[in-house]
């Protein structure tokens, strides 16, 4: 069955997998039918409010989650912290994702056991605090899931935890590195309608891959591969852009090879 049939269906069969309350610096586990997820903090704010965690996820065999761009008809990880206590925002990142294809759609996700690292913002590093994160996931197989769960954490309680620290710090380290000139790529005039880029990597071209999310009202196309005289491109259409041009950092990408992972941000086309 198609995935953007199947995940029509099962936005009306959401399972909520709600965790107990957990005062601790990892929170209970919520479950699905897929696996099961939580929510890990390590260490203690830094001077400007800063505490790492992870929301871990452990998907079963044959399931599968989404990348921060999920396709035309996904769900990306969020985490909403407006119900939590000295905490004002979190920020999720991403490891490199893979590359799927359903037969109808293709997207990118993972079908491994993945931590996706998350970055709390405590307003008052020196005042308690209390996460209380409402997770929402989207989990595969045939089906495809939403799931959501209200996970609660007090970073705290045990903040050097060995395995907790461990886990975080493993999550952190997993992320793709900072783009550079020799891996990473530079856009060139793609046409109307299109972002182009020259994919510059170390070593072979070979299974060299490129995911673009989609963001501040931008939607893009699956990126087109083409390599050829020595020369690896990408070309990715512009399904929709927002009316007035924004103000962030740009899109985000990260490129792939079969052992390594750069990520940064390209211009707004």
Not at 144 to 169: H, I, K, S, Y
Not at 200 to 222: K, Q
């Amino acid at each position: 069955m198609i995935l953007q049939k199947t995940l029509a269906a099962g936005l009306g069969l959401i399972l909520f997998g709600v965790a107990a309350p957990a005062y601790s610096s990892a929170s209970d586990w919520g479950t699905t039918e897929g696996g099961r997820f939580r929510l890990v903090t390590a260490g203690r704010p830094d001077a400007e409010g800063k505490l790492q965690g992870v929301l871990f996820i452990e998907l079963k065999p044959g399931w599968k989650t989404y990348w921060r761009d999920p396709g035309d008809s996904g769900v990306p990880p969020q985490i909403d912290v407006t119900a939590s206590r000295n905490v004002s925002a979190v920020e999720m990142s991403f490891p490199a994702p893979q590359r799927h294809d359903d037969g109808y759609s293709i997207w990118a996700g993972y079908d491994y056991p993945v931590g996706l690292p998350v970055t709390f913002t405590i307003p008052s590093p020196g005042e308690p605090s209390l996460i209380e994160a409402d997770v929402f996931l989207g989990v595969c197989e045939t089906i495809c899931v939403p799931v959501q769960a209200r996970l609660q954490v007090d970073p705290a309680a045990d903040p050097d935890n060995p395995d907790d620290v461990a886990l975080v710090e493993a999550a952190f380290e997993a992320l793709p590195a900072p783009a550079q000139a020799d891996f990473g790529v530079t856009p060139t005039p793609g046409g109307d309608g299109m972002l182009s880029v020259v994919a510059n990597v170390p070593g072979s071209p070979e299974g060299v891959d490129l995911f673009v999310a989609g963001t501040d009202g931008y939607l893009f196309g699956v990126p087109k591969r083409n390599a050829e005289a020595g020369k690896l491109t990408f070309t990715v259409k512009v399904i929709d852009r927002p009316d007035a041009p924004p103000t962030g950092k740009g899109i985000p990408y990260t490129l792939t090879t079969a052992t390594s992972a750069v990520e940064g941000f390209l211009p707004y086309p």
